[in-house]
């Protein structure tokens, strides 16, 4: 099984921001001073985020333990959910009568454009697959069921998706991961190794990006 169409439980879609939802005042909270004026607000701070993560280690363990898995990283946007993910598992398979061994393999996708997911998709590596795949952000979902074509190929006995953020848009495929973090409206958020055009990966939170920021770091 590979991800799930949209008919599932609240559960299962993660925490809901609802639309209207305005983030909080970016003085609450520290960030690096380069990114002052490029920022609206913060949309879900590092604390949160980490708290939803070791919900999603416990569930995965819940589903998955005494399996032998191979851990898909999709870079680079991803790469901090699943190293985080990862380390949530670790410290309870210390702590449980379970265990999942899991090896780390990764690939990388390409699909935006400054703020726009686009057609052009380009995938790098992953040739040795198998079952979690950990993914930072849904919105279409057609970049994630071009990368499940890409990984069945393999004839893996299983895939499951993690994917931290699904994105409420308009021209969505009904694609939800296995287990989701939060469900956001159709905003661009960056940090937490989300970029807009491979900046502000080196923020904690997760935040709006402005419009002086867009234009500033566009290419």
Known sequence: MAGRERNQTDMD??????????????????????????????????????????????????????HD???????KGGYQFCADLVDCIKVLCRHSNKTLPMRVDFIRLKSYLNDQSTEDLHIEGAENLSVLSGKAIVDTGKTM??????????????I????LLVKRV??????????????????????????????????????????RGKQKYKI
Do not use: Q
């Not at 499951?160 to 994917?163: D, E, I, L």
């Not at 958020?189 to 709006?208: K, P, S, W």
């Open 13 to 66: 879609k993660g925490i809901v921001i609802p639309d209207d939802w305005p983030g909080y005042p970016l003085d609450l909270f520290t960030s690096p001073e380069h990114y002052c004026e490029d920022l609206e607000c913060v949309y879900i701070p590092h604390g949160v985020i980490m708290d939803r993560t070791e919900r999603l280690a416990r569930n995965i363990m819940d589903d998955l333990g005494d």
């Open 69 to 75: 898995i191979v851990v898909l990283c999709v870079l």
């Open 145 to 158: 069921k071009t990368l499940l074509d890409h990984v069945e190929a393999f004839s893996p006995k299983m």
């Open 160 to 163: 499951k998706v993690a994917g």
């Open 170 to 211: 308009p021209s969505g495929t009904g694609y939800l991961p296995d287990y989701v973090g939060f469900e956001i409206p159709n905003r661009f958020v960056v940090g937490y190794a989300l970029d807009y055009n491979e900046y502000f990966r080196d923020l904690n939170h997760i935040c709006v990006i402005s419009d």
